[in-house]
């Protein structure tokens, strides 16, 4: 028995060594609370080194502040007691007695589960129970290459996707219409608006408390495992948002844990975010390096989610970024070196302890090297939001089209430095609050013009290169502005015009997961090129996203006004028959119809946007068409092309049928019959 203990207890001073030296990246594994199973006991240990005593409370001993003294293990500022009368489902508390003399009542840092609020107590809960079943989604993860699969990610916040009569919340078993739902529009992952313990429903979740617990407002840890398995089971991925800049100044949180500040900085000018109201995290303290960056490893171990958002990155990595007085580094700079060395630790972490993980900053300045290795001085995040295109996209947006031929840059700015990151497009729900209206609300003109615009939108958004993210509501025109106390106007999709723009975006959807030109290449001018940036008298843009085959690539022409443009031509980059593959004013969505559906497009020999051939088609009012090459001539053999070039110069189309029809015999021969050809 007393080796046992020894064992443990060993055990116990070399991880709290490592702990303390920045470098325990599984610290959840022996901090908080945990079953001893061989002795029946629950043992708790808590982080706090200037505590002058701590104390275990909770419902095991009716809440009694001093009755359980907790041991400073070796004078590491690491507090250890191990009980045999708490059980599973109990609350608790610890009492520290700061070196201020003052005791505070305060949660578990590592609790993995805790009481909703407005309680605030940690409640111990056991994790390995769980069986996961996503051993095929898994294997399939690994192999994957992120950069070259579709990423279209579809933004929720739990708490109002929908929302129950009385005002609560939606369960998780509950929340699996939400996945049907995601699937049958079709979305490629699952963004959950901060799934951590938060003490405040208006914050959305983003000034946290519980780190390590899973928000109690839709049930316990394991069902939301079963939420991500299901998830899974429906080849749906899941990303989650962090906060690591900053956290709450709730009485029972990390704020002033030990009575000192031993989270946040010592410094006020770098501990205090006025603007937000909270506290910043010292990213130089190893002890706060192995609490956060465990903390990721957690998520992605114990939940299995694919990936997390980082939010407000900027103001990690700038010590001027809030408002009010700040403090020059060493160097006389304004970058906080402590936060960008933390930073690229954080993912080099990340990445060598999972696979194929995403990891996606909100960084909303000019800083380079986002994304990338940190080999290379990146800071080493998979993805970054690309805020600028958001802002230049929306305003140009919400402007008449009248006035935009006058500001034809901020539709074509942003492929000036598009591939000077990997980034992902955000229409998030940042710019649907706080009185910035809904996107379709956004949008000029009569109702037939706002969705025509927001279809229009949805289009540039889609052919742009980058991967995607829209936030729930916006996919079926959500009216008002999101208001996160309420539930989404899903009564709106009894009318028809909002019916028509989710069935318009299930359909751009399913383009953008069946066209590898949409996705395979994002990152390289090898994937794009602008055909015609300039026409800003029409406001018309027209564009092409390759893939890595010749033959996998779609032209997209974007009219940004409410007139109609018939014979007009654009370059296109080979000979051959084209044809329109979807069309936003398309009847079908509440468009006009100005569609060139089932038209044989055929390339002319003359040069055209600096193209070797030219086709005629139709421009649809405050819409796009995509069009695609019907024959790819180029795959038959050298004579045949050359012959074909000179039939499509005279323009018979009764021929250019003929060769379609020899097309496909020609892959079952070699000869082509020359003459009737």
Known sequence: MNQKKMTYYDSLVKSIEKFKSGESYDSYKFMGCHTLKEKNMFSFNVWAPNAKEVYLVGDFNNWNNNSHPMTNIGNSGVWNISLSEVKEGDSYKYNVVGCDNVSRLKSDPYAFFSELRPNTASIVYNLESYKWKDKNWQLKKQKSNPNQMPLNIYEAHLGSWKRKWDGGFFSYEELYEMIDYVKEIGYTHIEVLPITEHPLDESWGYQTVGYYSSTSRHGKPNEFKVFVDKCHENNIGVIVDFAYSHFCKDNHGLYKFDGSPQFEYKDPLKSENIGWGTSHFDLGKPEVNSFLISNAIYWFNEFHIDGIRVDAVSSMLYLDYDIGEWKPNKYGGRENLEAIEFIKKFNEVIYDNVKNPLIIAEESTAWPMVTGPTYTG?????????????????????????????????????????????????????????????????????????????????????????????????????????????????????????????????????????????????????????????????????????????????????????????????????????????????????????????????????????????????????????????????????????????????????????????????????NINKEKL
């Open 378 to 670: 990146a800071l080493g995040f998979t993805y970054k939001w690309n805020m600028g295109w958001m802002n230049d996209t929306l305003k140009y947006m919400e402007m008449d089209p009248i006035y935009k031929k006058y500001h034809h840059e901020l539709i074509t700015f942003s492929f000036m430095y598009a591939f000077s990151e990997n980034y992902i497009l955000p229409l998030s729900h940042d710019e649907v609050v706080h009185g910035k209206k809904s996107l379709l609300d956004k949008m000029p003109g009569d109702p037939w013009q706002k969705f025509a615009n927001l279809r229009t939108l949805y289009a540039y958004y889609m052919v742009h290169p980058g991967k995607k993210l829209l936030f729930m509501g916006s996919e079926f025109g959500q009216g008002l502005e999101w208001r996160y106390a309420y539930g989404l106007e899903w009564e709106l999709l009894e009318r028809e015009p909002h019916m028509a723009i989710k069935n318009y975006v299930k359909d751009l959807n399913c383009l953008y997961k069946n066209e590898k030109a949409l996705y395979e290449i994002d990152n390289s001018y090898e994937g794009f090129d602008f055909i015609d940036p300039h026409n800003n008298e029409q406001s018309v843009i027209v564009l092409m996203r390759k893939g890595k085959k010749t033959e996998d690539f779609i032209i997209a022409v974007i009219n940004f006004t409410p007139l109609v443009h018939y014979d007009y031509k654009i370059g296109v980059p080979y000979p051959g028959v084209y044809e329109e593959v979807f069309n936003t004013d398309d009847k079908n969505y509440g468009g006009s119809d100005q569609t060139m559906r089932n038209a044989e497009l055929v390339a002319q020999k003359e040069k055209w946007h600096n193209k070797e051939y030219h086709i005629k088609i139709k421009v649809p009012p405050l819409g796009a068409t995509f069009i695609k090459g019907k024959y790819n001539l180029e795959k038959i053999n050298k004579i045949e092309i050359q012959k074909t070039e000179k039939i499509l110069i005279g323009g018979n189309n009764e021929i250019v049928a003929s060769i379609s029809n020899k097309k496909n015999k020609a892959k079952k021969s070699k």
